[in-house]
Nanobody, 123 residues
């Protein structure tokens, strides 16, 4: 069993940066694919970024070039560096883990989820 806790959300202005963190407990994330998803008010949760237990990364078109996902297995933590934030990035951001080393863009491919952290970008 893996428990995930996100942190780093907050209220920022358009063009600002934020770095989200997701720390796992219960077991090491080594061997796990990890991902970030987000849910805007009144909308479904959608894929943002994913990182294999290696070097493969995927990004949604909406964040490609602005967001960077990374991981530190020694710290059992993944990160989402968000630059050039826009009001449309406002959402609750969720961290997810899957017990296979490959990255995935589908929510159903993930077994473990955090509670989410709120990111609000004002215009």
């Amino acid at each position: 069993q893996v428990q995930l806790v996100e942190s780093g959300g907050g209220l920022v202005q358009t063009g600002d940066s934020l770095r989200l963190s997701c720390t796992a407990s219960g077991r090491t994330i080594s061997g796990y694919g990890m991902g970030w998803f987000r849910q805007a008010p009144g909308k479904e949760r959608v894929f943002v970024a994913a990182h294999s237990d290696g070097i493969i990364t995927y990004y949604s078109d909406a964040v490609k070039g602005r967001f960077t996902i990374s991981r530190d297995n020694a710290k059992n933590t993944i990160y989402l560096q968000m630059n050039l934030l826009k009001p449309e990035d406002t959402a609750v951001y969720f961290c997810a883990a899957r017990p296979w080393p490959s990255a995935a863009q589908i929510q159903d491919d993930y077994d473990y989820w955090g509670q989410g952290t709120q990111v609000t970008v004002s215009s």
